[in-house]
């Protein structure tokens, strides 16, 4: 997903390619004020901005549900797609088969993704197709008035007052298992962390999958509730301080050894991850998959970059493609000529 | 392609006829087990006639599963030209003890059985002309390998067939060559195997008790011989496909699986990139969302599947339809409801692909009747969905996608793409403004950008909720009737634009015949029974689109009765019929449906067109 | 379930009339935005009025998002009975800032417009009645807590709009207590609301101005307000159910969650044990999976949903078609193609539903019009789905689904269950064999047994794909045929043991109407626009199921024209009937639709009808 | 699943409900000779005569596929449903909450599940369904005619000779993060192991998922195939050796403590478990998934109880049912009186 511009020397209110905060908004929210959707929302139009991604080579696609209404909310210079339930891995797996050159953004909820969506989300995750996949976690269906979904934690409260009786699925876990090489999980109210993980998601070729926990303030907001804003500050539990340096900007070495990792990215970023307790290995894939166990289990929220694997090749490099879109292949090189039907032809007389 | 018989052999006259020996013109059916390899011996025979310029064809009947059941083949040849299925079986070589009993007493007396000699067949019947073989010790001759003794006794039954109707030798060699595609060992073993059944029934088998012959004919030059499925695979590849997303499923596997041999062969770049991506989908909705995402996208996307794959994708279809989303879609259909019959032909999925979705929906559908047609619609597919910005379903069956059809040789389509109204950024720059729902041309077909267009006004919001003509979300009455109102007069649009029918008005018919897909080539011969046998001429419209065009009106005015001849239970393509007539004209309507799963044979139309006729004048 | 008006209304003279003074016949509409609460408010109004035994109304057009969006309710108050919805607005409580202006521009002049004193709405237009109420300054002398004061400020409207039209006080405090469940503290402090409101209508508005009143009656007697989804959830109760699965979508997520709670109330044993199992699935395809899983077991169960689902429904419904297996679908329609508009109303997944599936597949479908047919249909939707072991869809819409409607109160289902051809182990014993799908009665309903039966014949294999009369896998086309010609039969049997139509034969009426569902109540309003203001006699035919029966044909029979009126783009009911019509009787067909998202309204049906009828003159 | 009946002194031939082998035995297969499905069914014949399920008592479920075909081979005194490709764990779940009385046991293939079926199947886990449920595992598509599925492994060979070139989904591995309690693994090869882990099944209140590595004589099992006869012999990683004593046996403890595990299963059977090679104990999750982690990564497979938890409550145990199937229920117990009819019409005048 990098590209190779190089930064003019931009006026402060313009991002290298000399396009401003402006260029990356969209349409007004017409969610509830305060959803968590919203904040994320703004995270990725400033990731997109200080990225300095050229809109018009983003696509962004959605399935149904008040998270995948968000898409309309940024990039509105950026081709958009809000499919159907639960069906958006397919449209966007479509989507890159036919324009490998798009830069495409998914953004679903929990239960787009984990209730109808599971099945696609498994075989997109095993296909690695190459996409942001940014899931919206609030635990219920917002836009059908907040009937649990399958990420509901085991306990959780609903506004009613029933009890989510059923094991919540952990996204995150079950995409590592699924040989995910990007998975983080974040919460809309930690931007600061959301960002550099946006950013970082950029340049990584293959699926890069969220999970925001983004409290729903009209049903799933009230004491009880085990995605709230208040629970999740009271539960999250950092993995380390994530800071991002861009491909672009040259890397000062000023910390001590010991104390911070760094990963390099497909396209030359840096994301540098300080410690906050026990050193974690975000390339280590059984201690990722262990302390998601172990968080999950003490009912904590595990956030930051859990496990990141910048070798493994994505779905579209497999296909062995040409390099031009498929989409954009003239009729000289997608149909054959006369000379192979007739032989065709004459081998079956 | 040919809608009536090859000319010039109608009248040729049979001088053998006289010595009660009929020629090029009757029916093989070879009764086996099925993955016993016997399908290739079948291509032998039939390959052979067809080379000695025979009119053939050969129909498959398979069990849903993969080995050890019995399975049918048979084999017609017909110097007229007539393909389609016949009831009647002339020649039968029964190798499954199994049904031997029951395939022995479904023949007429005088017809020709050959069989494994330990089967004892004579016993059951004597009015038979019986030809006992040992298929099993003569395969030891060759080799010891049991499986292989298998797979050569029934090249051998090749052999014998091939010297009791005398079919050229070296044709046979031809074929036998070709079928194991000149891998040396194959063709060796098989070929001595061909010769140990044509000397053993050379010396044992008495060839004058057998009535039935070939000979040679100049009918089959320039044809070919494929299926349907590979018909429509090429056509794909012609038509510049570059996405195509499938899962597999019983009778449109081989579609996708023969596209992909074809790419592989033809539209790998000179840097050894591929011009495509097939992708084997986890399920029919996977399939069908990434081929719409594709679609979406800009590519030539589709996708395959019979019915339940259809009604898997229902919600998708009415998204690419609302959404206004190009897409190919072929149902390859085989029995319903539900799982049915897989390995057994209907056509009885037209409303589902007609009104595929909920809401107010229409589509799009392209019947071929013919490999040639399969190749030729698979091109207009395209176009129309491109040009049309809509899904377009094409409908084949069983019958025309899993047999091996006799055809005209496949013309190369010289045309330039259709890719629709898309607008580039230069067009933008041009135009200033682009609404993607606006009805421009009053056509009801908007403009369209893709993704990556690279102008600030190119992008707009693609959702399968309300939206106005600027694709903003909208739950105003009058942007949402404004906009399916427009969808209606695309629709009608595409009647002039989809494939035409095909329309012979037979000199002083009362009577007119609908018929469509593969249910055409028992309607062709029917329709020269009635006139020779009834002296009843007959008109014949073969519908090969939907929507229709006034041309229906036209005809159903032209006649007094019309005969719409289809293969499911319920007549509903009569019902898409009755809808499109004006009041005046439906009570001209009659119904013929056959939905046994067996194609369609002549005869049947004949005799319940006939009882009808009679039921008419009482 | 009354088809006309209340007696004795339509004589009653209004004296004051002659004061100008319009009582209890005018609508009122409250614009302001979803999610603010105004909900409450709304429902005090419109059940207080019913509790003065005046018919009322109400239409909640809301918006598909949670909170912040344009919604606008409007109450009719109709001392005719008339409750289908009225385009024009009498009298506007004006809320919303943002849709203000509009909503005063299209008011007819001499209307009434009560609104939040700064929005200076008095600017816009001169001929309207304005009262400006600081609703904000009279909420905080409530309370100081912001979001309490926007609710509030909700209540105060009802109290001035109570004052003006004259609304008993003491009702407005039953309808009030109702409303907040005697919650005390909330009754406390929106009684404050709704006195405070009167306060200042009495003290501040000069009520003169105001030509609308009403005045008590008697025609709400033994009426209930319900809306159509608790009321299918009661008649699925008291049908008996057991197991329902669903999942969650607009319009008819409140059918299950009603059922749930009503369930919980009313079903649980004794012993404390639940005698019902309500699982909300992971999607429609599972929903559909488990009803018919437990179906299958010999549960009586059911879905709900709306297009969408029935779409990602299609494979499994034709599994149970064809595998005769009984199960309830509900579809509370909202407007397609595709997710469309969610939260509007129309009746097209007509197609999608009688068709549902691929191959030849036709349903039955049950229409109520009315909360209390939902309440009976839903009862009657069970036995039918036992007796004929298929699925039974009960096709309802977001208009009768989720809208508050003044109803006859339900009577009890004195009957028992018709549970169906059950065979249980002592039949078994008794008959000694069991033939799972043999036609022993000739009415196409074969037997069935269930899982767990004890005795050694009750098993049998149940399958999609092809079976004979013994449920044995079979491939044979006799197997085949007769197993769907008998469907086709149980099809036909069907017909007479599914609701049948209401009829009403119009003195000298030449002209008939066909109508179902909601559009029921603006065809009787409109049929009487038609006698009053053009002396039109009409006929009316209410189809209530699917398939039809004899009727239909008589009723075509005895008019000249019939005028299908329906709510979709295509006309698909009209495409049904046509179907179903003797060809010489389609020329009478004629057609009616409304499909703009909004429910249909009289005046709409009358003036298309007359300019139809002009349009025959000429 | 368990039966309260006391075994009578039964003849040698029949089983302690006096039935014989017969009595459990179904169509004829029409299955290729060979195939490993045919081996399973026998082993759910043996398995089912030997624990003494009284056959009316159980249902028989499938999706579609050769594997899915198989129901219709054994128990023919069972009701059985072959209902539609991928969608059984609905269906079963269904069944199980109409009649709670039933045992049910589902096969499924590799496609059926793991391809099509994948979300039904991933809810099915997470609910808990009591059934046992068999993956018949060949990671092909028999039935259409050998195509991969989500099954196969990397690098894995067609007979076409095309690679697969997409990771293979481990569904134990999917089925114990997804709270699965009894998940265990087998081959179709080697019909000791099978017996004993089917009859402990029969003792397992939840889903039981059965693993079957189940070769595809006719399209995958060539060289080159990684779910071939021979490479499963070759292949195979014995987690410990197996038996079963039912529940109205007689325990004889004759073991050296320390080379042998025991559990106890809901219905007061046991299952020893022999120390093949390290001390294994199936009942520690994380030991659970990091061991099919490493053995996923070397190509080995792993077989036998790889994990078990017998405290775990089913779906029907948390929907407080009444004791006698919902199917049966009496119109007197599931249609209220009149009374409460008018209760409710009153509260909406
Ligand atoms: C096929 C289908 N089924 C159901 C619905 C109704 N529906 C709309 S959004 C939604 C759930 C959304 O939940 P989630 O994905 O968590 O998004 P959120 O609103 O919580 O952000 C459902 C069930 C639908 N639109 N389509
Ligand atoms: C909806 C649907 N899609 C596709 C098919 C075609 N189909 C039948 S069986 C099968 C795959 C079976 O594979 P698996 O489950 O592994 O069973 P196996 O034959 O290998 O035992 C497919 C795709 C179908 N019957 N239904
Ligand atoms: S309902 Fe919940 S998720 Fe939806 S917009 Fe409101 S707060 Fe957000
Ligand atoms: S094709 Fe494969 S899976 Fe199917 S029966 Fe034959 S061997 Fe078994
Ligand atoms: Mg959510
Ligand atoms: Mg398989």
């Given at each position: 997903m990098s590209t190779t511009m190089t930064p003019p020397a931009a006026p402060k209110q313009v991002n290298r390619l000399g396009l401003s905060m402006a260029d990356y908004k969209g349409g007004d929210s017409t969610l509830c004020a305060g959803c968590?959707?919203?904040?994320?929302?703004?995270?990725?139009?400033?990731?997109?901005?200080?990225?300095?991604?050229?809109?018009?080579?983003?696509?962004?696609?959605?399935?149904?549900?008040?998270?995948?209404?968000?898409?309309?909310?940024?990039?509105?210079?950026?081709?958009?797609?809000?499919?159907?339930h639960g069906r958006m891995p397919a449209l966007a797996t479509g989507v890159m088969l036919a324009n490998r050159n798009l830069v495409s953004i998914g953004v679903s909820g929990d239960g787009d993704t984990a209730s109808i969506g599971m099945g696609q989300f498994v075989h997109m995750l095993r296909r690695n197709i190459p996409m942001m996949y940014i899931v919206e976690n609030n635990g219920v269906y917002g836009l059908t008035k907040?009937?649990?979904?399958?990420?509901?934690?085991?306990?959780?409260?609903?506004?009613?007052?029933?009890?989510?009786?059923?094991?919540?699925?952990?996204?995150?876990?079950?995409?590592?298992?699924?040989?995910?090489?990007?998975?983080?999980?974040?919460?809309?109210?930690?931007?600061?962390?959301?960002?550099?993980?946006?950013?970082a998601a950029l340049g990584h070729r293959g699926t890069a999958l969220f999970d925001v926990i983004s409290p729903c303030v009209t049903f799933n907001n009230h004491d009880g509730s085990t995605k709230s804003y208040k629970y999740a500050k009271e539960h999250e539990e950092l993995l380390h301080e994530i800071s991002y340096v861009p491909f672009f900007e040259q890397i000062e070495v000023d910390y001590k050894p010991g104390e911070t990792r760094e990963v390099e990215l497909h396209d030359g970023s840096h994301i540098r991850l300080r410690k906050t307790g026990a050193d974690y290995d975000p390339t280590n894939r059984v201690q990722a998959l262990d302390m998601l166990r172990r968080t999950y289990d003490s009912n904590e929220f595990l956030t930051g970059l859990i496990y990141v694997n910048e070798e493994k090749p994505d779905f579209l490099s497999m296909l062995n493609l040409v390099d031009s879109p498929l989409a954009a292949l003239p009729q000289s090189q997608t149909q054959p000529g006369p000379a192979a039907l007739d032989k065709i032809m004459r081998a079956l007389m | 392609m040919s809608d009536s018989a090859p000319q010039?052999?109608?009248?040729?006259?049979?001088?053998?006829?006289?010595?009660?020996?009929?020629?090029?013109?009757?029916?093989?059916?070879?009764?086996?087990?099925?993955?016993?390899?016997?399908?290739?011996?079948?291509?032998v025979i039939m390959r052979s006639i067809f080379q000695m310029g025979i009119p053939v064809s050969g129909k498959n009947l398979f069990p849903s599963n993969i080995a050890g059941l019995p399975t049918w083949f048979t084999i017609r040849a017909n110097k007229h030209g007539w393909i389609a299925r016949r009831k009647e079986i002339d020649f039968l070589v029964a190798m499954n003890a199994e049904t031997a009993r029951d395939d022995i007493l479904g023949l007429e007396p005088g017809r020709v059985v050959v069989y494994e000699e330990t089967l004892r067949l004579n016993q059951i019947r004597k009015d038979l002309v019986f030809f006992p073989v040992p298929f099993a010790k003569l395969a030891t001759e060759i080799t010891t390998d049991s499986r292989l003794r298998k797979l050569l006794a029934n090249m051998i039954y090749v052999g014998v067939v091939g010297e009791l109707i005398d079919i050229d030798p070296a044709e046979m060699e031809v074929a036998l060559t070709k079928q194991f595609k000149g891998k040396a060992k194959a063709v060796a073993l098989n070929k001595q195997a061909l010769e140990i059944g044509r000397k053993f029934a050379r010396e044992n088998l008495d060839r004058s008790k057998v009535p039935y012959r070939v000979a040679r004919m100049n009918a089959t030059a320039g044809k070919i011989i494929i299926d349907g499925n590979s018909a429509a695979a090429l056509g794909c590849m012609f038509a510049g496909v570059t996405v195509a997303t499938w899962y597999p499923i019983t009778p449109s596997s081989s579609l996708c699986e023969s596209?992909?041999?074809?790419?592989?062969?033809?539209?790998?770049?000179?840097?050894?990139?591929?011009?495509?991506?097939?992708?084997?989908?986890?399920?029919?909705?996977?399939?069908?969302?990434?081929?719409?995402g594709a679609g979406w996208a800009g590519a030539r996307s589709m996708t395959s599947t019979a019915g339940p794959g259809i009604s898997l994708m229902q919600e998708l279809v009415g998204l690419a339809y609302y959404a206004e989303i190009p897409v190919v879609i072929f149902d390859v259909t085989r029995v319903g409801p539900s799982t049915g019959l897989p390995t057994r032909t209907q056509q009885s999925d037209i409303l589902a692909m007609v009104y595929c979705s909920h809401g107010d929906t229409k589509h799009i559908m392209l019947i071929p009747?013919?490999?040639?047609?399969c190749f030729e619609m698979a091109c207009d597919a395209f176009d129309l969905a491109e040009r049309f910005q809509t899904p377009v379903f094409v409908m084949t069956d069983l019958d025309l996608g899993m047999n091996n059809w006799m055809s005209d040789a496949?013309?190369?389509?010289?045309?330039?793409?259709?890719?629709?109204?898309?607008?580039?950024?230069?067009?933008?720059?041009?135009?200033?403004?682009?609404?993607?729902?606006?009805?421009?041309?009053?056509d009801g077909i908007p403009y369209r950008t893709l993704p990556g267009t690279e102008h600030p006004a190119a992008a707009y919001f693609t959702r399968g909720s309300g939206h106005n003509e600027k694709a903003i979300y909208s739950e105003r009455p009058d942007d949402y009737k404004r906009n399916v109102d427009r969808l209606s007069r695309k629709y009608d649009t595409a009647r002039t634009a989809a494939p035409q029918p095909e329309i012979e008005y037979g000199a002083g018919a009362r009577v007119g015949f609908l018929a469509f897909g593969t249910t055409h080539w028992a309607m062709i011969e029917s329709r020269d029974q009635l006139q020779r046998e009834y002296h009843m001429p007959t008109s014949y419209f073969r519908l090969r689109a939907i929507p229709f065009?006034?041309?229906?009106?036209?005809?159903?005015?032209?006649?007094?009765?019309?005969?719409?001849?289809?293969?499911n239970r319920d007549g509903q393509m009569e019902a898409l019929v009755k809808l499109e007539l004006p009041a005046e004209l439906c009570s001209k309507i009659r119904s013929i449906r056959h939905y046994s799963g067996l194609p369609i044979d002549a005869r049947f139309v004949t005799e319940a067109t006939i009882a009808a006729e009679e039921g008419e004048r009482n």
């Amino acid at each position: 997903m990098s590209t190779t511009m190089t930064p003019p020397a931009a006026p402060k209110q313009v991002n290298r390619l000399g396009l401003s905060m402006a260029d990356y908004k969209g349409g007004d929210s017409t969610l509830c004020a305060g959803c968590g959707h919203d904040a994320i929302t703004a995270q990725i139009i400033k990731a997109f901005y200080e990225y300095g991604v050229e809109p018009h080579r983003v696509a962004k696609l959605s399935g149904i549900g008040c998270s995948s209404k968000t898409p309309a909310y940024f990039l509105g210079q950026a081709h958009g797609f809000n499919g159907v339930h639960g069906r958006m891995p397919a449209l966007a797996t479509g989507v890159m088969l036919a324009n490998r050159n798009l830069v495409s953004i998914g953004v679903s909820g929990d239960g787009d993704t984990a209730s109808i969506g599971m099945g696609q989300f498994v075989h997109m995750l095993r296909r690695n197709i190459p996409m942001m996949y940014i899931v919206e976690n609030n635990g219920v269906y917002g836009l059908t008035k907040g009937q649990f979904s399958a990420t509901a934690d085991f306990g959780s409260k609903a506004k009613s007052g029933v009890m989510n009786d059923l094991p919540a699925i952990d996204i995150c876990a079950m995409a590592i298992e699924l040989g995910c090489n990007f998975v983080c999980r974040s919460f809309a109210g930690d931007p600061k962390q959301m960002i550099a993980l946006l950013k970082a998601a950029l340049g990584h070729r293959g699926t890069a999958l969220f999970d925001v926990i983004s409290p729903c303030v009209t049903f799933n907001n009230h004491d009880g509730s085990t995605k709230s804003y208040k629970y999740a500050k009271e539960h999250e539990e950092l993995l380390h301080e994530i800071s991002y340096v861009p491909f672009f900007e040259q890397i000062e070495v000023d910390y001590k050894p010991g104390e911070t990792r760094e990963v390099e990215l497909h396209d030359g970023s840096h994301i540098r991850l300080r410690k906050t307790g026990a050193d974690y290995d975000p390339t280590n894939r059984v201690q990722a998959l262990d302390m998601l166990r172990r968080t999950y289990d003490s009912n904590e929220f595990l956030t930051g970059l859990i496990y990141v694997n910048e070798e493994k090749p994505d779905f579209l490099s497999m296909l062995n493609l040409v390099d031009s879109p498929l989409a954009a292949l003239p009729q000289s090189q997608t149909q054959p000529g006369p000379a192979a039907l007739d032989k065709i032809m004459r081998a079956l007389m | 392609m040919s809608d009536s018989a090859p000319q010039g052999l109608m009248v040729e006259e049979d001088q053998r006829a006289s010595e009660g020996i009929v020629v090029n013109d009757f029916s093989i059916q070879v009764a086996t087990v099925n993955g016993s390899g016997s399908q290739s011996s079948n291509n032998v025979i039939m390959r052979s006639i067809f080379q000695m310029g025979i009119p053939v064809s050969g129909k498959n009947l398979f069990p849903s599963n993969i080995a050890g059941l019995p399975t049918w083949f048979t084999i017609r040849a017909n110097k007229h030209g007539w393909i389609a299925r016949r009831k009647e079986i002339d020649f039968l070589v029964a190798m499954n003890a199994e049904t031997a009993r029951d395939d022995i007493l479904g023949l007429e007396p005088g017809r020709v059985v050959v069989y494994e000699e330990t089967l004892r067949l004579n016993q059951i019947r004597k009015d038979l002309v019986f030809f006992p073989v040992p298929f099993a010790k003569l395969a030891t001759e060759i080799t010891t390998d049991s499986r292989l003794r298998k797979l050569l006794a029934n090249m051998i039954y090749v052999g014998v067939v091939g010297e009791l109707i005398d079919i050229d030798p070296a044709e046979m060699e031809v074929a036998l060559t070709k079928q194991f595609k000149g891998k040396a060992k194959a063709v060796a073993l098989n070929k001595q195997a061909l010769e140990i059944g044509r000397k053993f029934a050379r010396e044992n088998l008495d060839r004058s008790k057998v009535p039935y012959r070939v000979a040679r004919m100049n009918a089959t030059a320039g044809k070919i011989i494929i299926d349907g499925n590979s018909a429509a695979a090429l056509g794909c590849m012609f038509a510049g496909v570059t996405v195509a997303t499938w899962y597999p499923i019983t009778p449109s596997s081989s579609l996708c699986e023969s596209l992909a041999n074809y790419m592989h062969e033809h539209r790998i770049g000179p840097d050894g990139k591929a011009t495509f991506a097939i992708v084997q989908a986890e399920d029919e909705l996977a399939a069908c969302g990434m081929a719409i995402g594709a679609g979406w996208a800009g590519a030539r996307s589709m996708t395959s599947t019979a019915g339940p794959g259809i009604s898997l994708m229902q919600e998708l279809v009415g998204l690419a339809y609302y959404a206004e989303i190009p897409v190919v879609i072929f149902d390859v259909t085989r029995v319903g409801p539900s799982t049915g019959l897989p390995t057994r032909t209907q056509q009885s999925d037209i409303l589902a692909m007609v009104y595929c979705s909920h809401g107010d929906t229409k589509h799009i559908m392209l019947i071929p009747s013919s490999p040639a047609e399969c190749f030729e619609m698979a091109c207009d597919a395209f176009d129309l969905a491109e040009r049309f910005q809509t899904p377009v379903f094409v409908m084949t069956d069983l019958d025309l996608g899993m047999n091996n059809w006799m055809s005209d040789a496949f013309t190369y389509p010289n045309r330039t793409f259709d890719r629709g109204k898309v607008l580039t950024a230069e067009d933008l720059q041009r135009l200033g403004r682009f609404e993607r729902y606006r009805d421009v041309d009053g056509d009801g077909i908007p403009y369209r950008t893709l993704p990556g267009t690279e102008h600030p006004a190119a992008a707009y919001f693609t959702r399968g909720s309300g939206h106005n003509e600027k694709a903003i979300y909208s739950e105003r009455p009058d942007d949402y009737k404004r906009n399916v109102d427009r969808l209606s007069r695309k629709y009608d649009t595409a009647r002039t634009a989809a494939p035409q029918p095909e329309i012979e008005y037979g000199a002083g018919a009362r009577v007119g015949f609908l018929a469509f897909g593969t249910t055409h080539w028992a309607m062709i011969e029917s329709r020269d029974q009635l006139q020779r046998e009834y002296h009843m001429p007959t008109s014949y419209f073969r519908l090969r689109a939907i929507p229709f065009t006034s041309h229906l009106k036209e005809f159903f005015e032209k006649h007094d009765r019309v005969y719409i001849v289809e293969q499911n239970r319920d007549g509903q393509m009569e019902a898409l019929v009755k809808l499109e007539l004006p009041a005046e004209l439906c009570s001209k309507i009659r119904s013929i449906r056959h939905y046994s799963g067996l194609p369609i044979d002549a005869r049947f139309v004949t005799e319940a067109t006939i009882a009808a006729e009679e039921g008419e004048r009482n």
